[in-house]
């Protein structure tokens, strides 16, 4: 292979990877939205201060709600209650965090990731 052979290849192969990055950023914005979870009116009446949902966790603090992702900040592992310590605790490295969602201690470093939700007529629709 001469020179000029040499950075023609590497031109097609340039073009091959530009146009790949290009396809594989456009399939990731059109992907499908996220996920809802809608609660009714009365099912959030069941349930006292705190609901553990399979993703997320809704704490109730007089008439406002808190909304956080279930998975760890720290490597993703599905976080539980404490209801002795009344604390969100990880059980794979041990962080804690507050009902507030703040980090109080272990390798997470950070406060819960937050959810958005809108409060409807009927419910709380949370977005995964
Ligand atoms: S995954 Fe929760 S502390 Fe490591």
Do not use: W
Not at 53 to 75: A, T
């Amino acid at each position: 292979m001469n020179r000029r052979e040499f950075f023609r290849t590497l031109g097609f192969f340039s073009i091959g990877l530009s146009l790949y990055v290009i396809y594989k950023n456009l399939t990731y914005l059109s992907r499908p939205p996220s996920k809802r979870i809608f609660l009714s009116t009365e099912e959030l009446k069941r349930f006292g201060r705190l609901y553990l949902g399979d993703e997320f966790i809704l704490i109730k603090k007089d008439n406002d709600f808190s909304v956080y992702s279930r998975r760890c900040p720290h490597l993703g592992c599905k976080l539980n209650y404490d209801p002795v310590e009344e604390l969100i605790t990880c059980p794979c490295h041990k962080s804690k965090f507050n009902l507030d969602g703040k980090y109080l201690e272990g390798p997470a470093k950070r406060d819960l990731n937050r959810l958005s939700f809108d409060v409807k007529d009927t419910g709380l629709q949370i977005d995964l």
